[in-house]
């Protein structure tokens, strides 16, 4: 396993900028149906 890590390539601008907004869409899809249910999203949003 480490092998593969060791010759893993970094992630390409596209691809990163991909995942960023895949990140991003699903939180404020989840964040969106926990605000629509009127639900606090965790423990850190209660502690806060």
Known sequence: ???YLIKASPFTPVELHIRM???ILTGCVVGIEREYKN???GC???CW
């Open 1 to 3: 396993m480490l092998a």
């Open 21 to 23: 907004f895949v990140a």
């Open 39 to 41: 639900r606090p999203a």
């Open 44 to 46: 850190a949003s209660m």
